[in-house]
């Protein structure tokens, strides 16, 4: 198998490829303590029919999914939405987004 090493946290990891799946080995070390951490990650082989049914049916899934956090992203960029911002106004109390504006230096 194919080998790939990387540098994590304070320690080290070492990656082998055995035919099914992915087993990394990472030590870690936390003050005067070692660990050794294991994982397995499953390669999945195959190929994607893209003039299937089930791969359009899942892209439309997904789609509905991608617009949903679209949508709860803007509402949460906006301070909750407009109502939400109403209230903080009334109580003359700054935004989340405002109070952050306002201790961050100019053009930071």
Sequence with gaps: ???LRSARAS???KTLAPSKGILASQSLRIGSK???ILRRSIVIDGQ???????FHQNRLEMTKHLELLKSTLETVQQGGGQKNLEKHRQRN???VRERIDKLLDPGS
């Design 1 to 3: 198998g194919s080998h």
């Design 11 to 13: 320690g080290h990891a």
């Design 34 to 36: 070692s660990f050794q």
């Design 93 to 95: 109390k700054l935004s």
């Design 48 to 54: 994607i029919d893209m003039r299937s049914d089930d």
